[in-house]
């Protein structure tokens, strides 16, 4: 009885290697698993940083476009200053003349603002775009070593990794 006893315990040991085998051979790793969640990361920030940019850009096509219409404005009240009849027809274009050139001055500093923005955004998602392709770098290297592991040969496991689509981990 004792003998089959040990029997079944090494059995069930032999079991519960295999099932840790099949685990391993068939399961995402941890590191793996981490890898897929920071590349996820990155994607939505470089996604964010991409909408943030197009905004700026948006914003500042805008300004600009405001900024050429305020300046025909106050190149229209400026030849118009020539045409006035008496005291108060030039007082009231002086007046003109001198909000468009307000207006004018603060649409040039939103766009300039909207500008900085853009800058930013781009200088920010070009070190993003930096950071990823490091992370894809390094997600290739780690499906190699795993199909190393899994036994392939180096040549098979580069092959394989080349083909990986980056959205399936």
């Not at 790793?29 to 850009?57: Q, S, V």
């Not at 007046?95 to 300039?112: F, M, P, R």
């Not at 290297?141 to 040969?153: N, Q, V």
């Amino acid at each position: 009885m004792n003998q089959n006893l040990q029997n079944i315990l090494e059995l069930q040991a032999a079991l519960v290697e295999l099932r840790e085998a099949e685990q391993r051979l068939h399961g995402i790793p941890d590191w793996m698993r981490e890898l897929h969640d920071e590349h996820t990361a990155r994607r939505g920030e470089i996604e964010a940083l991409e909408g943030t940019a197009e905004e700026a850009a948006r914003q500042r096509r805008a300004a600009e476009a405001a900024v050429q219409d305020a300046q025909e404005k106050l190149k229209k009240y400026q030849q118009q200053i020539n045409k006035v009849s008496n005291q108060r027809e030039y007082g009231a274009i002086l007046q003109e003349i001198d909000t468009a050139k307000a207006s004018v001055k603060g649409l040039e500093e939103q766009g300039l603002q909207a500008l900085d923005r853009e800058t930013k955004a781009q200088s920010d998602l070009a070190d993003q775009h930096e950071a990823f392709r490091e992370l894809l770098d390094t997600m290739h290297l780690s499906r190699i070593k795993r199909l190393l592991h899994a036994g392939f040969t180096p040549d098979q496991a580069e092959t394989i990794s080349a083909l990986h689509t980056p959205n399936f981990m």
